[in-house]
């Protein structure tokens, strides 16, 4: 039969949500011994296909295959029990339980009552850990790792699982170049031994260099299926995914070295261990802070922000020396802004609806002399810019809980467009953002630039800095580096970088 | 429009509306205006106190010194008026006052010390209600004005006066959590504290000021209940004023309010408070053998929820096909 | 990381600190204090009371509550004495069906929550009524008083005069619960729905029967509780249960459980019932005013909580992430 | 026709002869009914919610015992506006009320007489524990007043007050403490509470001690046995059963026409001054064996002369 060639199958798969139409007949074949990428934009409908490959959703309508025989799953345990492993986009892991444990959750299902031996699964968990390159004790409890070794750890629960099928939804988002690259050789290996693998993805220079197929998905519909990439070029991918070619933001270069900074850092130390810190950032200047993970540039946005102490130097905004002492008054005093990298718990109240997230920052502002404050005055401020975004929403009442990945950093994004802020701190932007969006929000910072807003971007990713930044000051261990002019040619200017970090 | 079939709230009036017509069935005086004015008292001190907990639940906390406060409120009251002998208005003052106080007290030590809001009500109730009881004595006040008193009897169609105070509490309520920025701070700081505080909420002072807020109703609640009573007394809240605690849970996590925090209802509290007292007072109606009434009221309680979820259940699948 | 400061974060360490120096300091001040028959009643109450918050700890590994807890263990206690007494069981028997009748009611429970989704506030809101109204109906707010003189020397004597019987139960029950939770997938199982239910489901484990086994655990171990109950009192109250609720919740909190589920902790859970302990008793010895102990109690519930909040708070700066 | 409802405070196991009191007296009396319903809970609210579902249900004539004798106050007037007639048993409410009368024991004296009792069976040194119930409870003060009234014209001292201890739990984790560290230093326990009672009993019996003295109260069965085997001297009797009885029978003649007299022998106590006394007793080893019997006597002495002494009845 025609289909036994596949590892795994979907066939015309349909899934609805109340208001959402996620998926409609999809298709999707995974070919053993191949890495298969799954594209789309932030909601296309990605990552439910993974959850209905693995039975976490049944599927409406449509049938799944496994290696030719029609299959059914009720339940993950059955998508397991067929071979099929995954990592999700959320993480999904007990902080308290050790890395060894957390690789081996699955088992707690087996036996309920045999005694687990921790020694011994911490000897099995160290092979996987170490084929990805990671030098961690297996018996430490998870919660004391950073996210990219969360991730790590993921990956690895994955693998351990043998699968002949693999998924992997975004596994890279929050990865360094360097990780990503062990991630790689790992997965081209068990390719050659034949293992089938999904790959999620939103960086396309990854597509490029690891998969043999590809999906694409749009709206919840099949543009491609199971196409080659051989004869597929960057600007193809973009195509199948957004109908059209990509909008290349131009770097802008602007001048304004006479204008005094807004904000300035003078030899400040923090209780969180920055030592001796100076920077400046003027109006309508975009000032990039590059560092390795680790460097403690988000930690220093809060302490900018007033969430943690500064303990010696100074901060001057609008050359009048501060001490802010709380956020709401960075915010509404000094207009200081800051979108979070870490979404889920500082960025967004997932629980609650779009449109009081987007708007969380003006209530204050538009509140009237009774401290009321309407819907209508909020939509009005706050729409305009969901739309610009283009944010997939079926209403601006949703719960921000329930849209996608990539949809909810833009709601991240948007409820400080509206904010009015005179300087706003940007820490990684655009992870797991897709290529269309992306743009878009890199024209939005510039935008802001342009009218004057002074931006501190925090960004690990090279090329978004080295597009973005009129000036890039590096971090290393708390304390800056040193700081480049960005003239834009990004083998001088990512050299120049390097060479300050390891200095 | 079919988001308001699926809410709490339609599924508590249903609920009520099933047990009005059984009870009326079974019993025609159930429609008798004491009845009437008897329920209607009942639920309007249990809305009050419904609410009360809501207004703290909205932090992902909860308080146990509700009822505490609410008793200390009262006393207050009757102190101000029989010992100090201040107008009745002065005294009302007087007795939110410390409510109040005693409301920012529990928050200032659950924000503070970030200890769960459990322990610290756990114990600031021991030690507000010991304060109270070691004050007064155990005595009560019984020398309140009479239009104290009168309102406690008040009517309006046979609806007590208490009910329609809750009412209008409710109504401001729900106004302030809809539109003020104040509330929805609250609610903000309430749901996920870190984000709201990155978005320029100041969480700590909402945690504050929820407690605050929710010890001001339970003041409200007790001066109702000190009016119905027309005194003011130690046990009117039980001891420690743990009687307050299962009405007050009861009634909001009917009507919706997510214990986790950040999202209130405050019709559903308001609906559940009256499902739960017309469920009593029905129960008590009918001729059960009388210490059976309790475990019947269980059962009745889980066929409510039980059947809500179901209603849910059918409503999604057919709103689907 | 050095053994003494591995301890030093340990839940339990900072309440078994303030426990042990709050035996002593008393005890220096007043010497029957720690006088063997003192420490008697000492260790009856948190084998009791031990009981009791064990059964609500189950529960509060996944994240959910059980108000129901003393409405099953007073209808467990009425019926271990009433079937001693009405029906003429002996002991043994009596305390199995009351055992099942806790292990049918947490049944009950897990059964409803875990199949309708609906929280277990309320559901063991409405059978705590359910429960209590049973116990009323049955006895008519009358005791049993036919108590048989083994249960009556089991919930009053000790072994070879140094630890109560009413102790034996808590500590093997507590053993086997830390190995439960420490060491076996049921256990683990039961922390990492706490933790983080969406997670288990993805593992394919069943949060269906793991909650549904926390509540069965919770319903057995709160009759055991009522059956040591009739054991300590000598006679079977109806009002056995009505006061367990607050005590319940409060000695897991105090010993660093999170309610919000995924960390809790046996050792630490038994010194929290033990500091509660010492503290109502400590307030007997020490002839506070009636109208002040409950203020007094607060204020030391307060003080003792913040001790164990600032260790805390100190031994977590000590961690850093990888 | 009289339909009379008995309602006590909550579920406890001192209003079990209510309940066939009110049916005797309904089939002696002829009475529409006699019923006894309990609130589900020991609660003031419960009560009340009781009471008005009650009074719609056309019941007419109440003998209560008040949640509290000052929050019951207004519940009793709610009950009156609807033309029912209450009386209060057990406990009073609170002066001034719409009750007609109570018919009860004097808390506060009870606890007096008790406390004498008590210092006459103690040798030597006299220092006494007095355990007691709720705080909240008015009659608690009361109880600790006569205790300290009776020890001080005894020449005895209350060493200690432990209150609060309705709950058994507590009752025998505190009474339990208090007697390890502390049994030496008194002498005597004096008890006003039911569970209190039963606990010292049992707490008495487990130190096997009879130099320590107790009075408790009321009739539960662990404290009659306790009695008997000489581990407690005696307890103060109430009267439960003669009080839904005569309270019963009093209620039928005051909805048939009669009145209560202004002018009877009322006796006074520190909540009413209209307050007929049910009959206290105190029962010592050598009584224990019979005191239904003494209680019925009394009952009996009570309701014959009961119209005579206390109403104005048309002929
Ligand atoms: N549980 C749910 N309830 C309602 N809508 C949902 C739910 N899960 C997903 N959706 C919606 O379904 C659509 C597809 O979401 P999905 O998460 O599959 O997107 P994605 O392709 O993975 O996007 P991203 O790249 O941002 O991760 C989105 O519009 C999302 O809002
Ligand atoms: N006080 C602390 N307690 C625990 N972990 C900490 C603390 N301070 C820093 N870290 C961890 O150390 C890492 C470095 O912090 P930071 O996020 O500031 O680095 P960064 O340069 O912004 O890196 P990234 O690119 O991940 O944003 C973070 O992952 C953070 O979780
Ligand atoms: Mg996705
Ligand atoms: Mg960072």
Known sequence: METARYAFEARSVSKFFPGVKALSEVSLKLSAGSIHALLGENGAGKSTLIKIVTGVYQPDQGSLFCSGQACRFSGPRDAMAAGIGVVHQERNLIPRFSIAENIFLERNGRHLFRMIDYKALAREARPWLERLGLDLDPALPVSRLTVAKMQMVEIARALALRSRVLLLDEPTASLTPHEAEALFAVLRKLRDEGVSMLFVSHKLEEVEQLCDTVTVLRDGNNVCDARSTESLGRQDFVHLMIGRTEQVVTRRDREQEDVPPFLELKSVSSALGHRDISLAVRPGEIVGLYGLVGAGRSELAKVIIGRYPVTAGEIRVDQAPVKIRSVAQAIHRHGIGYVSEDRKHEGLILDHSVLENAGITVWRRLANCLGLVGDRSIRALVEPHIRKLEVRTPSLHQKVGLLSGGNQQKISVAKWLSAGVKLLIIDEPTVGIDIKSKAYLHELIHELADKGTAVLLISSDMPEMISLADRIVVMNAYRVQGELANTGEYAKVSAGIMNLIHD | MASFFLSNEFGLIVGICIFIAIFSWVDANFWSPFNLFVISRSAGVYALIGLSMMAVIATGGLSLAIGAIGVCAAMAFGWAIESAGLHWSASLAVALAVALALGYVNGWLVVRTGIHSFVITLATMSVFFGGMLFLSQGQSFRALPAEITEFGRLKVFSISALFLTAVAVALLLAAFYRFAALGREMLAAGACPEAAELSGVHSGRMFILCHVLSAGLAGIAALLVTARFGAAIPSMAGQLGQDWLMPGFLAPVLGGTLLSGGRVSVPGTVLGAILVTILANGLLRMSIGEFWVQAILGCLLLAAVLGDVMRKRYLAASGRA | MGRTSAYFQADWFGPAVISVLAVLVIGLIDRAFISPAALDVLILAVALNGMIVLSQMVVIAIGQMNLSVGGIGGLAAISFAGLMQVQGLPPVAAAAIALLIGVAAGLFNGWLIATTGISAFVITLASLSLFKGINLGITSAQPFYEIPAVVKAFGSEALFDMLPFLSLPTIVIAFALMVLLTRMPLGRNILAVGANPGAVALTGVSLKWTVIAAHVISGFLAAAAGVMAVARLQIGLPTIGDDWLLLSFAAPVIGGAVLSGGHVSVGATLWGVAIVAIITQALVLFKIDPYLVQAVLGLLILWAVGINRWREVRARKGEGKL | ?315
């Open chain 4, 1 to 315: 026709d009289t339909k009379v409802g008995i309602v006590p405070g909550g579920p406890h196991p001192y209003f079990s002869a209510w309940g066939p009191s009110g049916k005797d007296a309904s089939r002696d009396f002829k009475l529409g009914a006699a019923d006894y319903k309990v609130p589900a809970k020991w609660e003031l609210g419960e009560q009340n919610l009781l009471l008005e579902s009650m009074v719609s249900q056309g019941y007419n004539a109440f003998i209560i015992f008040p949640g509290d004798s000052v929050g019951s106050v207004s519940t009793v007037a709610d009950l009156v506006g609807h033309g029912a007639q209450v009386i209060a048993a057990g406990g009073c409410f609170k002066d001034p009320s719409k009750a007609l009368f109570c018919l009860g024991t004097d808390t506060g004296n009870s606890a007096y007489l008790g406390t004498k009792e008590l210092l006459k069976v103690m040798k030597g040194s006299k220092r006494i524990l007095h355990l007691t119930g709720f705080m909240v409870d008015p009659n608690t003060q009361l109880r600790i007043d006569g205790v300290r009234k009776a020890a001080q014209e005894g020449g005895g001292t209350v060493v200690q007050v432990i209150a609060d201890i309705d709950a058994p739990e507590a009752a025998a984790e505190k009474i339990g403490a208090f007697m390890a560290a502390r049994a030496g230093e008194i002498d005597g326990i004096i008890a006003t509470a039911w569970v209190p009672a039963v606990q010292a009993a049992n707490s008495l019996r487990k130190l096997g001690d009879k130099r320590i003295r107790m009075v408790a109260i009321d009739h539960d069965e662990v404290v009659i046995k306790a009695i008997k085997d000489g581990f407690v001297d005696g307890t103060m009797l109430q009267n439960p059963y003669g009080q839904a009885y005569v309270g019963a029978y009093a209620l039928d003649r005051l909805r048939h026409g009669c009145t209560v007299k202004a002018d009877a022998p009322w006796k006074s106590n520190a909540l009413t001054a209209r307050f007929i006394d049910s009959g206290t007793a105190y029962v010592d080893a050598a009584k224990a064996g019979n005191f239904v019997g003494a209680m019925q006597e009394i009952t009996k002495g009570l309701l014959n002369s009961f119209e005579a002494t206390y109403l104005n009845c048309k002929k």
